[in-house]
């Protein structure tokens, strides 16, 4: 029993670093789009504010994510 709970666990740890993978990929590929348009259009208030807000976004769940795995 002990070595199908550790497998169960092991199995949910890898399903949490690839759910943490995923997102970071996606974070890292919003951030670039929304910096290579910031490149082509500097001025593009709508832009920068929407990229600010995804940094903002990542930080939070960051944050979130160390304290759900200190607890």
Request: aromatic share 4%.
């Amino acid at each position: 029993m002990n070595e199908r709970e550790d497998r169960e666990e092991e199995s949910s740890e890898e399903e949490e670093e690839d759910e943490e993978a995923r997102e970071e990929h996606f974070y890292n590929l919003a951030r670039r789009q929304y910096e290579d348009i910031l490149k082509k259009d500097p001025n593009n208030e709508t832009i920068r504010r929407r990229l600010d807000e995804i940094i903002a976004s990542r930080k939070t769940l960051l944050e979130a994510n160390k304290r759900s795995k200190v607890e």
